[in-house]
């Protein structure tokens, strides 16, 4: 099972990383590594596409909090893209709908 | 094993590695058979989804904190009234009633928990969780209430054993 990861810089200054896949135990490492990897080539304004994840469990959220830690510690922030109800669910049943900023299209989070 | 006084039948057993990348295997298992064996809407099969994934995690975690090279199992059961995911590993074992709060989603101290939200998850998504655990193990019931679907498919129960690689 391969977690697709496409970084897309025509949105400046927003980096997106639209995430395709199923973000679980198994692939959640690689998304980790992804957004260090962005931080630490110096992109402060994160934007993460989940349009394209067809299943996201608590250790994708716990890397996308911790995405989002790491981004404010750098005076940047950390916001999501995404519409679809299974997935939002999870955002909702937890609470995080208040800790992260989410949009329903790329163009609404990179003109925010 | 359940609680239940109605009578359960096992439709499917399965026992994996306890390694991340078999987890991706029981939920589409497990989501397939809820699928065409009961009457159930499918966002109720993305809940179950989810809580079994959230449970072979955490039995997965289980047995690496002890070092065992035990598979983990998974069995399903169903009767009139229900279907049950059972997740059983071999780990040490833990308190459900003493798991540590996360600060509020307001405080900013929240963004330094990044674990700790499978069993919320797990309590919320599914009709009855119950946790059974010991120092020899623990094991994960998720129950869905409803009726069986009404063209249930041959109801031998099927067992699978996967092995690693």
Redesign the interface.
């Known amino acids: 099972?391969e977690l697709g990861l496409e970084v897309d810089e025509s949105h400046p200054p927003f980096t997106v990383l639209a995430v395709k896949g199923?973000v679980?135990?198994?692939t959640a490492p690689r998304l980790r590594e992804k957004l260090v990897e962005l931080v630490s080539h110096g992109s402060q304004h994160l934007v993460i596409d989940l349009e394209g994840v067809d299943?996201l469990?608590?250790?994708g959220?716990?890397?996308l909090?911790?995405g989002?830690?790491r981004l404010?510690s750098h005076d940047g922030d950390l916001s999501l893209v995404c519409s679809q109800?299974?997935i939002l669910k999870?955002f909702e049943?937890?609470?995080?709908t208040?800790?992260f900023s989410i949009y329903d299209s790329v163009e609404a989070a990179v003109t925010s | 094993m359940s609680g239940a006084t109605e009578s359960m039948d096992l439709v499917l057993e399965l026992e994996i590695p306890a390694r991340p990348e078999f987890i991706a295997v029981v939920r589409l298992v497990v989501s397939a058979a809820a699928l065409a064996r009961r009457n159930l809407p499918e966002q109720r099969i993305d809940d179950l989804k989810l809580a079994v994934s959230e449970a072979c995690t955490n039995a997965i975690e289980a047995h690496g904190a002890a070092a065992t090279e035990d598979h983990v199992r998974i069995r399903v059961y169903e009767g009139p009234e229900r279907f049950e995911v059972c997740v059983e590993d071999r780990g040490a074992g833990f308190d459900p009633d003493a798991l540590p709060a996360h600060p509020p989603v307001t405080d900013p101290e929240r963004l330094n928990f990044e674990r700790g939200l499978g069993i919320p998850l797990i309590r919320t998504l599914v009709d009855d969780a119950e946790f059974w655990s010991s120092p020899q193990g623990t094991s994960v019931h998720l129950i869905l209430y409803g009726e069986p679907a009404e063209d249930i498919p041959p109801d031998d129960a099927v067992g699978l054993r996967v092995e690693g690689t």
């Open positions: 099972m199923e679980d135990v198994y299943f469990d608590s250790t959220l716990g890397v909090v911790g989002l830690k404010r109800h299974r999870v049943i937890t609470g995080l208040k800790v």
